[in-house]
């Protein structure tokens, strides 16, 4: 026993390691070629850089001073700030998203998913739709940007339409600022009603009834709410800027400081006990990322921004096409339709030749659901929430860079390798930017750098897990001669990391180099993949996720049953032999080794394995390590309700049950889940209290008297085990819990179940009188004998 208890304490601690603990990190292609990894510095000047700041005063300061590219004659384009929109959020369009693209940078600022299978699962208010509203002196709010399919577009609201008021039940309130609004809908339910009183022109103000719906997944939003949705009030001013934003890196002479530069400054810098000096955020006279660019196209599907530098006699040309699904494809799942296409151009139309590098950047602003609880499977030591993921030409494998290290500025810059793909992966989202060149191998990007747009965390904080990062790709050196352009296109992969789906995107056609790599399991890979398996088709066949993980685990156990019964009869025998085990310790106290040979020796005589009971406790650990790795990937479970998704309670297995929401009296180092064991998140869960409650009542029910009291203090700590086993469950997905209780209660009435030893299996007849068998026994077994001596005696 005291074996099995020791093999259970450390496969216990095993399984914290692997569920809480580093993660290996990759093995690389021993072939690739890592001269081309130069490390030019870190990005410590990067976290929390202004890199969206309006700098050309700074600029040029610290701008190489050289000649100037002769300035041609051109017409710079003024723009007033206007939203563009794509696609649709109604599940029925032939879209899988909705854009909402700004001038201000010809960036993208949100990006929605149409199907009802992924709806934000914080926020459970009614949604009204994004519309972008500023007060105008007339009066209300103006509406600013508007996507199909949401209630106020179905509503018949416009863009250009003044919201005066606003109607919920028999109240009326006038609006004044959008944040009346949005916390008016916030106290709201999805399929509630409410009135807007509209003004469109010159016309008499009409009333709108909208009937609100469930927020829609945002893949990319500005980051302050996702900042406000960890807190009511922000630390500090947060940077929201638009994804994919372009800009120059050099341009003839002129040029930014590289990453090399950078470090270099900012090491003098702190020798010299100064702060190290910020990023250039652009070149002097550029402003791309800044200034409102001119639409020259638009329709439902694409639109084009267009911007000229007169300085340098450049036209830059940004073009978003999104593209439909086709109508015999609208049931498939798995139809590459969450992209996105990105054309850039560059138009020399100057008169003289000019050498340029063009910088972009990636997407930032993925949404932060799960901070609380979410522990997101990465191939580097230490991952967040949200995380820059690249593959190069030369990696046998993607590269992870953990949000934490970006912000401490801690990563190295890749130079000089093709590559394939790079974005930002979420636990189930991932946003990448796969460059559309005619061979894989084609050198397009010089630099890729991961930049924090967070200010570096404090000491002994955790935020840097909720960091938003992103990547920057710095294009090769171009000499573009007059008159020429320089093209190229980004398919932009916005979705869910479903395995299927994923293998329809790859790096230039080329298969060795495709998105299925952001699928990792971790350890026991091949069994999270078979336990998905199992795992889908008991779904197909039930219909319910909860159910399924029920019948999985009655399948496990099952298959279980013959090493459980083994398992069973093994204690039953380590039972009888305590006697003649105290005897043999009280024996040999003072010689361990004689004490161990004689008690493996009582092993044999018996024909006892004493690990024998641990084998189905061994064989469960890479079963259950499986499906906790799955319930962390797998995005069908995610939003996969137990009973429905009209209550909150068990509303997503793949996150906590999340019964009452406690928030409102908890103090903050409760709510915010950062303190180890204490740190339990805003709500109540109760399934992990029901989970180690089975573990407690297991071990009452099954653990003998102990015989000591070393036995004793044994005991105890188990319990004292469990406990805090319970505090480290507090937060994990309701399927893993689903998956322990029922493990539980099978093994309490499978040992129910059981039939105790009989005497034909005893020790006593298996292997002749045992040491413990009693002198009454004995002689009743030897009595036969003496009655056929006496009859012999007589003859």
Known sequence: MDQRRLFLFLTLCFLLLIMFGPKPKPVENPDANDAAEQVVGDNDDQAGEAAFADTDSQAKEEAPAADQVEAVT??????????????????????????????????????????????????????????????????????????????????????????????????????????????????????????????????????????????????????????????????????????????????GQERLPTAEELKRRAQQAREDGDEPAAELAELPGVELTTSNWEISQRDETSVTFVKRLPKYGLEVEKRYRLQAVPPEEQGNNNYPGYDLTLDTAVRNLGEQD?????????????????????????????????????????????????????????????????????????????????????????????????????????????DGRFANVTCRLISQPQELAAGESLEHSYEIFAGPKRPDLLENYHASESTSYGLSDLMYYGWFSSVSRLMLWILHVFYGLVGNYGIAIIMLTMLVRGCLFPLSRKQAQSMAKMQELRPEMEKIKEKYKNDLQKQSQAQQELYRKHQINPLAGCLPLFIQMPIFLGLYRALMVDVELRQAPLLGDSIRWCSNLAAPDMLYDWSWFMPDWVNSAESFLVGLGPYLNV?????????????????????????????????????????????????????????????????????????????????????????????????????????????
């Open 74 to 251: 051109l017409d710079e384009t003024k723009a007033d700030l206007e939203y563009v929109t794509l696609g649709s959020v109604d599940p029925d369009s032939p879209y899988r998203m909705a854009v909402t693209l700004t001038n201000q940078g010809a960036a993208l600022r949100r990006l929605e998913l149409s199907s009802p299978r992924f709806r934000d699962v914080h926020d459970r208010s009614g949604y009204l739709g994004h519309l972008e509203l500023t007060p105008v002196d007339a009066g209300g709010l103006r509406v600013q940007s508007l996507v199909a399919g949401t209630p106020a577009a179905l509503a018949g609201i416009e863009v250009g339409d003044r919201i005066l008021s606003f109607t919920a039940g028999d109240e009326q309130t006038s609006l004044e600022s959008a944040k009346q609004l949005r916390e008016a809908t916030s106290k709201l339910k999805p399929k509630q009603t409410i009135t807007l009183q509209v003004a469109r022109g010159d016309e008499a103000p009409v009333d709108r009834e909208i009937t609100l719906a469930r927020r829609p997944l945002e893949v990319i939003r500005p980051e302050i709410e996702n900042v406000l949705m960890r807190t009511d009030e922000l630390p500090q001013p947060v940077d929201s800027p638009p994804s994919f934003l372009f800009t120059f890196e050099q341009l």
């Open 354 to 462: 000019i050498k340029l590098r063009y910088r972009l950047d990636g997407p930032n602003g993925l949404p932060l659901e799960g901070w609380w609880y979410a522990h997101k499977v990465g191939r580097e030591w230490t991952v967040g929430i949200r995380d820059v993921i690249s593959r190069h030409v030369s990696k046998s494998v993607p590269e992870q860079f953990g949000a934490s290290t970006i912000t401490e500025g801690e990563t190295d810059v890749i130079q000089g390798n093709p590559l394939a793909y790079a974005g930002i992966d979420a636990q189930y989202f991932s946003v990448m930017m796969l460059p559309k060149k005619a061979r894989v191998e084609d050198l397009w990007i010089d630099e890729l750098r991961c930049v924090s747009l967070t200010p570096k965390p404090k000491a002994r904080s955790n």
């Open 687 to 795: 399934l992990p209290l029901v989970t180690a409650g089975l573990f407690l009542l297991q071990q009452k029910m099954f653990m003998t008297e102990p015989a000591n009291e070393q036995m004793a203090m044994q005991q105890n700590i188990m319990k004292y085990m469990m406990l805090v086993m319970g505090l480290l469950f507090f937060k994990v997905a309701a399927g893993l819990c689903i998956y322990f209780i029922a493990s539980s209660v099978w093994a309490i009435v499978e040992r129910k179940m059981l039939p105790k030893p009989t005497p034909s299996t005893s020790l006593a007849t298996a292997s002749g009188p045992s040491p413990s068998t009693s002198p009454a026994r004995s002689s009743k077994r030897e009595s036969p004998p003496r009655k056929r001596n006496k009859k012999k005696k007589k003859r």
